[in-house]
């Protein structure tokens, strides 16, 4: 299917300029991943296990952020006696509707059990709806 230049919004065709993209290449269905930010990163996380050599480097963040947030969830709740360190990994890792977590998801929710947060209210005070589930541990 052919691309249509003129069926883009006038904001979606000056980010892809800026990107680099002229209309040629859009109608002549050039990659636009760069162009949109992504030249570094998957536009889906699940998109990184495909392609594990070009996205080394957010795979290996990704991971870093994981772990920190397993470290944090572990010292700050695996006294409680409902405790489950499988489920814990399984909510850092997805959302609730099973999608991969994003690494901006990851970095808020380490930015809340870093905190100074004296009641669980108080830590999710500022996440999104969907980042709170990151911090569920069982």
């Known amino acids: 299917m052919a691309r249509n230049w003129n069926s ?13 993209i ?8 050039a990659n636009l991943s760069a162009a949109r930010g ?11 296990e495909n392609d594990r050599q070009r996205f080394q480097a957010y795979i290996f963040e990704r991971d870093r952020l994981v772990q920190a947030i ?6 700050k709740f695996s006294a409680a006696a409902n405790y489950n360190a499988k489920r814990s990994r399984w909510n850092v890792e997805h ?14 929710a380490l930015e809340a059990l870093k905190g100074q947060a004296s ?8 996440l999104e ?9 069982h």
């Not at 883009?8 to 680099?20: I, N």
């Not at 397993?70 to 010292?75: T, V």
């Open 8 to 20: 883009l919004s006038d904001a979606y065709r000056a980010r892809l300029e800026r990107g680099g």
């Open 22 to 29: 002229t209309r040629g290449e859009y109608e002549a269905g």
């Open 38 to 48: 992504h030249k570094a990163t998957p536009e889906h996380p699940r998109q990184a």
């Open 70 to 75: 397993l470290r944090e969830k572990s010292q």
């Open 95 to 108: 959302f609730q509707d099973g999608r991969a977590r994003s690494l901006a998801s990851l970095r808020r």
């Open 119 to 126: 009641s669980w209210e108080d830590m999710i005070e500022d």
């Open 129 to 137: 709806e969907e980042d709170i589930n990151a911090l569920y541990y």
